[in-house]
Structures are given as C-alpha cells and as structure tokens.
C-alpha cells in the first residue's frame, strides 16, 4: 500500500501547485504589467449612490454611473 498512501499525499501538493500555475498563468496573461496602461488607461469606479462597480475610460477622470447616472472619480489603486 505504499504506492497509494505516496499518492494521497503526492496528488493533492501536484494538483494545489497546478491551480497556481495555472491561475499565474491566466492572469499574467491576462494582466500584465504594462498593458493595462498602454492599451487603453481603464479605471475602476464605485458609485457613491448606488454602489455599483464598473470601468470606464479614464480620460476624464470622471464617469457616469451605468445604473443610476450619477458622476463618481475612479478608485485610487
Ligand atoms: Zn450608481
């Protein structure tokens, strides 16, 4: 019973370092360093009123609310 008692312990470790690797990649894929910023400068606003959390263009450093309308500055990051 070596072999399966090396393999519960062995699957798990390979398994949680595959879902690290895996998430890396996906986001440093996804998200790298300086291609947000090239791309398109995006920021992430919290409206004030209704609470809601959405992305716009940041070139006017201010955004209206795709719910309720109102004007809210992005989120310090
Ligand atoms: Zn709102």
């Known amino acids: 019973m070596i072999v399966s008692w090396s393999m519960l ?10 879902v690290i690797f895996l ?7 996804r998200f ?5 910023g090239a791309a ?12 809601r ?3 716009a263009p940041g070139k006017s450093k201010i955004a209206h609310c795709p719910r ?3 004007l809210n500055e992005p989120v310090k990051r």
């Not at 998430?23 to 894929?29: E, F, N, S």
């Not at 790298?32 to 947000?36: E, K, N």
């Open 9 to 18: 312990v062995l699957l798990p470790l390979a398994a949680g370092l595959a």
């Open 23 to 29: 998430l890396w990649g996906y986001y440093g894929v």
């Open 32 to 36: 790298p360093g300086g291609r947000l």
């Open 40 to 51: 398109g400068r995006e920021e992430i606003y919290r409206c004030a009123v209704c609470g």
């Open 53 to 55: 959390v959405y992305v």
């Open 68 to 70: 309720c309308g109102s």
